[in-house]
């Protein structure tokens, strides 16, 4: 699931930020917000496609540099809200 998570998240970034960019250019580690590629709008822009792809909640404390800055730390932080949602979902009462 790592492995899904990083490839749909290289491949929007591409798409919608590094049109026409090197695939290889964009790393696992390569600074997105620090490093100017994201701006805040486009760092909504990612936070909106992450919640609608992978059906997760991101608190407004989550979409900055310390979570968002490399396709590293959005794996992460997408496999953590999924495992946490999971968890809330089968200890919630069915309705």
């Known amino acids: ?8 998240v290289k491949e929007f970034i591409l798409r919608e930020f590094l049109p026409g960019e090197d695939p290889n250019d964009l790393t696992d580690d ?6 100017g590629i994201l ?3 486009a ?3 990612l936070v909106m496609h992450l919640e609608e792809r992978f059906g997760i909640t991101l608190a407004a404390h989550e979409a900055n540099k310390d979570h968002l800055d490399t396709i590293e730390q959005i794996s992460n932080l997408v496999l953590s809200k999924m495992k946490q949602e999971a968890c809330h979902a089968r200890q919630s009462p069915a309705a």
């Open 30 to 35: 390569l600074p997105l917000i620090t490093a």
């Open 43 to 45: 760092t909504l822009k």
């Open 1 to 8: 699931m790592s492995q899904e998570v990083r490839s749909n």
């Open 39 to 41: 701006d805040s709008i």
